[in-house]
C-alpha cells in the first residue's frame, strides 16, 4: 500500500518543494548515514534531511545528517505513507516532522505560529499559493485529513530500536562507531506488514571522529543532556583539551552563554 501511494504521489502535479517534499535528487540522496537498500520518498533541501522506506517495512523514516548522535540518524515518522502525508497535511510541511525528535510540544507550537506567521509576508504569496495546492490536491487524490503528529510521533520514536537498521561501512568509519558483530538477533518491525529480519546491535557509542559530526554530536549533548562543557566532558570521560582543540580546527569554540560551540 504505501508503495503504491507513494507512486501516485509523485505523479501529482504539483510543486513538491512547497511542501518540503523535493522528489529532485532521486538518484544520488544517500548519505554515510542512510540504511543500506532505502527508498527514496522525498528531502527538504536543506542539510541533508532526507525521508526514506526500507525493505518490508510500511513505516516512513526521516534521515537527518546533522543528529550527530547513534540512534537518532534515522527515526521512524509515520506508520504508513498514508499517515505520513496525513501529518503533512497538518503541520503543511515536513520539515516539523524532521524535527519533532527534540522538540518540546512547546516548541513545536512556536514552530507552526512561526509558519503561520510566514503567510503574512507578501513577497512569499506565489510559494504558499503553491503550497495550498499541494495540499488540497493531497487531499483530493487520496481523501485524507490532517492529523496532529506531535504525541504519534514521539510515542513511536520512543519504542523504535535502531538495531534494525543495517548501515554501511562509511557510517562506521564515520562516526567511529564499532562495527556490531555477526551473529545477530531477530527482531520485529512493527508496521502495516510484519516482518521478521535479523538484526545486531552496536556497541556503546564513542565520541565521534570525523570533526563536522563531532560538532553536532556535541552540541547536540550540550543542548539536551549537560548543563556545560565540563558536565559533558566529565559523563562521556573525554578529553575537553582534545575536544576543544578538534573543533577549534573548523573554527569554533566554547560559549558559556549558550552552552553551544560556536563560530569565533
Known amino acids: 500500500m504505501t508503495r503504491d501511494d507513494l507512486k501516485r504521489f509523485r505523479a501529482l502535479d504539483i510543486n513538491f518543494d512547497s511542501i518540503g517534499l523535493l522528489q529532485a535528487?532521486?538518484?544520488?540522496?544517500?548519505?554515510?548515514?542512510?540504511?543500506?537498500?532505502?527508498?527514496?520518498?522525498?528531502?527538504?533541501?536543506?542539510?541533508?534531511v532526507h525521508f526514506i522506506l526500507l525493505p518490508g517495512d510500511e513505516r516512513v523514516f526521516?534521515?537527518?545528517?546533522?543528529?550527530?548522535?547513534?540512534?537518532?540518524?534515522?527515526?521512524?515518522?509515520?506508520?504508513?505513507?498514508?499517515?505520513?502525508?496525513?501529518?503533512?497535511?497538518?503541520?503543511?510541511?515536513?520539515?516539523?516532522?524532521?524535527?519533532?525528535?527534540?522538540?518540546?510540544?512547546?516548541?513545536?507550537?512556536?514552530?507552526?505560529?512561526?509558519?503561520?506567521?510566514?503567510?503574512?509576508?507578501?513577497?512569499?504569496?506565489?510559494?504558499f499559493e503553491e503550497k495550498d495546492n499541494a495540499l488540497s490536491t493531497i487531499v483530493k487524490e487520496f481523501g485524507l485529513t490532517s492529523i496532529d503528529p506531535f504525541r504519534k510521533v514521539k510515542a513511536m520514536q520512543a519504542k523504535f530500536d535502531p538495531a534494525v537498521l543495517n548501515f554501511s561501512e562509511e557510517y562506521y568509519d564515520a562516526v567511529g562507531y564499532v562495527r556490531p558483530e555477526e551473529d545477530g538477533e531477530i527482531v520485529q518491525i512493527q508496521g502495516t506488514h510484519t516482518a521478521m529480519l535479523t538484526a545486531t546491535r552496536e556497541v556503546d557509542p564513542m565520541i565521534p571522529h570525523d570533526p563536522n559530526i563531532l560538532l553536532s554530536y556535541v552540541n547536540t549533548k550540550l543542548r539536551d543532556e549537560y548543563s556545560s562543557l565540563d558536565a559533558l566532558c566529565d559523563g562521556l570521560d573525554a578529553s575537553q583539551t582534545e575536544l576543544v582543540e578538534k573543533l577549534a580546527g573548523l573554527g569554533y569554540a566554547y560559549d558559556e552563554r549558550t552552552n553551544q560551540f560556536k563560530v569565533v
Open 25 to 48: 535528487g532521486a538518484d544520488d540522496f544517500a548519505y554515510f548515514c542512510t540504511p543500506v537498500d532505502a527508498e527514496f520518498v522525498g528531502r527538504i533541501g536543506c542539510d541533508g
Open 62 to 127: 526521516c534521515v537527518d545528517p546533522s543528529m550527530g548522535e547513534r540512534g537518532t540518524y534515522v527515526l521512524p515518522v509515520a506508520s504508513d505513507f498514508r499517515e505520513f502525508l496525513s501529518f503533512i497535511l497538518c503541520c503543511q510541511d515536513a520539515n516539523p516532522l524532521s524535527q519533532i525528535y527534540w522538540m518540546t510540544r512547546q516548541q513545536y507550537d512556536e514552530l507552526a505560529a512561526e509558519d503561520a506567521a510566514a503567510r503574512e509576508n507578501e513577497y512569499q504569496s506565489k510559494f
